[in-house]
Every structure is written in C-alpha cells, then in structure tokens.
C-alpha cells in the first residue's frame, strides 16, 4: 500500500471511525506534533497509547467528526493533506457545553512517513479560530 493509500485508510479508520485500536498500526513508536496551533499536545511526542488518549480526547465534543480529504502530494518522506471537517457537537468542549449544532473547519497538515511507511507525527495549519467562532455563534 503506497503512502497515500496508508494515510487514506489512517484518517478512516482513526479519525473518522473512532478506532482507537487501530492506532498502533498505522503509527511508529514515537509521533511528534511538530505544529498545530490550538492543539493541546503541540510540541508534544506521543507514542501509540499516548496518540490512542489523545484520539478519544479529541473525539468526545463531537464523535460523530468526518474528515473529507480533500487532495494529497506525496514527496519522498511526507504526504501533505488538504482537508475539511466536519462534526456535531454533541459533548462539552472546553468552556462550551454541547449545542447540537454542526461545526465546520479546514485545513491542511503534512504527515511524516519512516522507512518502513509508518506515520511519524505532523505539521499543520487549521481553522481553530473559526471553530471558536462557530462555538460562541452557537452559545444557547
């Protein structure tokens, strides 16, 4: 499975589905969040148990979220992922108690790869701050 196909079936899997149990294979023993602004765990390394918490973490305010990619370019040790996402939030998110409404956001983030094809961490850029917007629009 090429580099593309790997992280297609990853962002399935792990981020759309939920399976926290599948982490492991798809990631390497150490996944470094290189940038991600607004992301608790930036500058942080995690390894798979780490990544699989953060995961369920993450999903809690809205475990229904879909990510749709949107295109991939493959360079010799990266894939770069353009995306959008979407979800309901349907549990309370951190000074904002759950709305029911749909929140949407974009963005796009740069995945490293080993020798052996295994995720090594990302780079990133997201519409944090229109998901706050969107949060405080919804404020019932």
Known sequence: MGRKARL?????????????AAVPGYLAPAYTIHHDPGDPWEGRTL????????????????????FTVLRMAEDEDAVIMT???????LGDFPGFPATGSTIRMSGATAYGFDSEDRITGHWQIADRL??????????T
């Open 130 to 139: 229109g998901v706050f917007q969107q949060l405080q629009a919804n404020r």
């Open 83 to 89: 995306w959008t996402w979407e979800a309901t939030h």
């Open 47 to 66: 390894d798979p148990a780490g990544f699989a918490e953060r995961l369920l973490q993450s999903r809690a305010p809205f475990p229904d979220q879909r």
């Open 8 to 20: 297609a079936a990853f962002i399935e899997a792990v981020w759309n589905r939920g399976d926290a």
